[in-house]
């Protein structure tokens, strides 16, 4: 099959991933984003959410990763587009990619009727994009299948969140935009507040983990903010070293999500 | 008071601070590393490790800036020197700074005589500077204070390690250079390997955190070396989701340090 390679920085197609790749709020308005890498690729190919285009570098690509870029066209249904070396580059949002990247679906949940009585995870301003897709990638290995960010935090499909999330936004709900006020519209049950300034030990105070919960998490430096605060039925402290400030956010939100976790399987 | 501003890139300071910043390993070599910004400034000045330089960047620097710096150089005995603007941007180690930075010592912990009883975090070939500075952090904040990293993770005392440390290197004994055999020549106690392959349940089985223990942890993807796991005492799985392949590293230590600390604060 004689193989068509997109040459041309004026072409369509380029032109929509670079605007991708440049602005991490163009997947949203997009409705599509790049997923970049061989990893992300398998997830794509074993749970195929809509994909617009499977993008394959024309040189220096291993004959594995080829065959890859064939299998999640196939699976999805997809058009496979190679692209010459130095548009594939310019387009690519990472340095150094392996070759395959995949534009796939920005996908949103939708806010509920009724609030879900269901775990959630809510992050308030959360920035950095590698923190925003390990957070994701947490939550799922909880067994937290639903995520809201309020609108100050990172986009959820910005190419380096997808990225770091290693394909968990594909397993879970992703509602964004969420202010703090409207939390308990979309879950209904208790809204837990982690906070390194004050609140109940999170290890000593038994009973949290009865029903569903929403635990909130701030930004780094910060912490969450008053309203997030005000909209908090309760409030937890993980209890840390007198002399170290406070916990990087992934760090605080994978003690109080497998903190639940635990509550959860020990009470089986 | 008069003050002298180094102009010239042919400085001994300049041309030391350059390789410091551009070659993670040089802060061993050097012994002395690079502290970037305000945080990092204050820890210093209110731990008082060893100091050689504190330098300052000639403008665009806030009075309070300015101010710290005389501050950290009063408190520790240290030089306060003023940089041209091009040449502190050229040996800075982030971009963007705020304008500070300290020359401090890159200390390790000497090898005990005798195994210490003690609990510590042991990491295999974690090579992300990001992951090791928040694991080091994550340690302190659980009450771990001794860290001891394989010879092919990254520096302890490279400058992005440090700066994602938020200050915990002060707080902790740092060993480099630890193979896997040599843990329990340094700690005496059970070495525990968190291994995303099998192991029993972390939660589920009791009585690992009787007695002082060491943490192993392994590289994003690759997980603990044969030669690790081979050392270690008990294997542990953190159980996650069937449909999460692994957690971050950073997660992942985060989990296994706070159980630890919980079941020690419930034990008291």
Tied chains: 1, 2.
Aim: aromatic content about 6%; glycine content about 8%.
């Amino acid at each position: 099959m004689p193989m068509t390679v997109i040459n041309s920085a004026a072409n369509d197609n380029i032109k929509r991933w670079r605007k991708i790749a440049e602005n991490p709020r163009e997947a949203k308005k997009a409705g599509f984003t790049l997923a970049e890498g061989i990893h992300l690729a398998e997830v794509i190919r074993d749970k195929k959410p809509a994909v617009r285009s499977v993008i394959l570098r024309e040189s220096r690509v291993s004959e594995e990763v080829a065959a890859l870029a064939e299998e999640v066209a196939r699976a999805t249904g997809a058009k496979l587009l190679t692209v010459a070396d130095k548009l594939y580059d310019a387009v690519c949002p990472v340095e150094n990619g392996t070759g395959i990247m995949v534009e796939t679906a920005a996908h949103f949940a939708s806010r509920p009727v009724r609030p879900l009585a269901e775990d959630a995870l809510y992050l308030d301003g959360v920035q950095d994009a590698g923190n925003m897709g390990t957070l994701i990638r947490t939550a799922l290995a909880s067994g937290v299948r639903h995520v809201a960010a309020s609108p100050g935090s990172a986009g959820f499909w910005a190419p380096k969140v997808l990225r770091a999330g290693m394909g968990a936004h594909f397993s879970v709900q992703l509602y964004d935009n969420v202010t703090p006020e409207e939390i308990h519209t979309l879950f209904a049950g208790r809204i837990l507040a982690a906070d390194a300034r004050g609140g109940r030990d999170l290890f000593r105070t038994p009973g949290w983990a009865q029903g569903p919960a929403v635990w909130m998490m701030g930004a780094e430096g910060p912490g969450l903010s008053m309203r997030a605060l005000s909209a908090a039925t309760e409030l937890y402290l993980i209890p840390i070293e007198e002399d170290c400030e406070s916990l990087n956010v992934g760090a605080a939100a994978a003690v109080c999500l497998f903190e639940l976790r635990r509550r959860r399987l020990l009470a089986e």
